[in-house]
Nanobody, 115 residues
Framework: QVQLVESGGGLVQPGGSLRLSCAAS????????MGWYRQAPGKQRELVAD???????NYVDSVKGRFTISRDNAKNTVYLQMNSLKPEDTAVYFC?????????WGQGTQVTVSS
């Protein structure tokens, strides 16, 4: 398993940008599918974006064109660049690592989009 630590959350105005980072340790990072999920109050956790070991990406429709997921295998880190943020993007964002049937979660970082 991997250990994951997220950072980069905070308060931002609508239309602003944030970059989330997730640092991984404890296993072979480059072999894992890495993903960002979010959970808003009263809602289920949803997949925002993921990136395969080969670099293929996938996004939920609501963030396409605004968010970009990337990974740096040399730094064991995955990023989520969030642009044109909207109030409905407000949530706790979680990093997830998966390899086969084994998955690990980070502790989450709060993103609040408000004027």
């Amino acid at each position: 398993q991997v250990q994951l630590v997220e950072s980069g959350g905070g308060l931002v105005q609508p239309g602003g940008s944030l970059r989330l980072s997730c640092a991984a340790s404890g296993s072979i990072f480059r072999l894992h599918v890495m993903g960002w999920y979010r959970q808003a109050p009263g809602k289920q956790r949803e997949l925002v974006a993921d990136i395969s070991s080969g670099g293929s990406t996938n996004y939920v429709d609501s963030v396409k064109g605004r968010f970009t997921i990337s990974r740096d295998n040399a730094k064991n880190t995955v990023y989520l660049q969030m642009n044109s943020l909207k109030p409905e993007d407000t949530a706790v964002y979680f990093c997830h690592a998966a390899r086969g049937t084994v998955g690990s979660w980070g502790q989450g970082t709060q993103v609040t989009v408000s004027s």
